[in-house]
């Protein structure tokens, strides 16, 4: 899922619409009137992929937004840029516990 702070103007500019169907969700401020890290944003995201809080991998460049999720009961990874992010993703896609569902 796609969650931004980002407005209108700033999305359109980054994502044509073939880009944006990549995305099976999207939450962006301007259209909800929420910004991270308020949580309702948060569980939004969820509802809107259908899982639960517990089984979201948040992705942001900004620690205190992490450190949000992880307040929330999602996992986080802190994006530093490209490299640290594929460093980073299979650690901690295996520190993941897998769905009960």
Request: glycine share 4%.
């Amino acid at each position: 899922g796609l969650m931004s702070n980002a407005n209108y103007d700033v999305i359109n500019e980054l994502f044509e619409i073939e880009q944006a169907k990549l995305f099976d969700a999207h939450v962006l401020s301007y259209e909800t009137q929420l910004l991270k890290p308020d949580k309702m944003m948060f569980e939004l995201m969820a509802k809107r992929l259908g899982v639960n809080m517990e089984e979201c991998l948040f992705v942001d460049d900004q620690e205190r937004h992490c450190a949000a999720a992880e307040s929330y009961g999602m996992y986080s990874l802190h994006y530093i840029d490209y490299e640290d992010f594929l460093d980073k993703l299979p650690r901690k896609l295996s520190g993941m516990q897998p769905s009960s569902r």
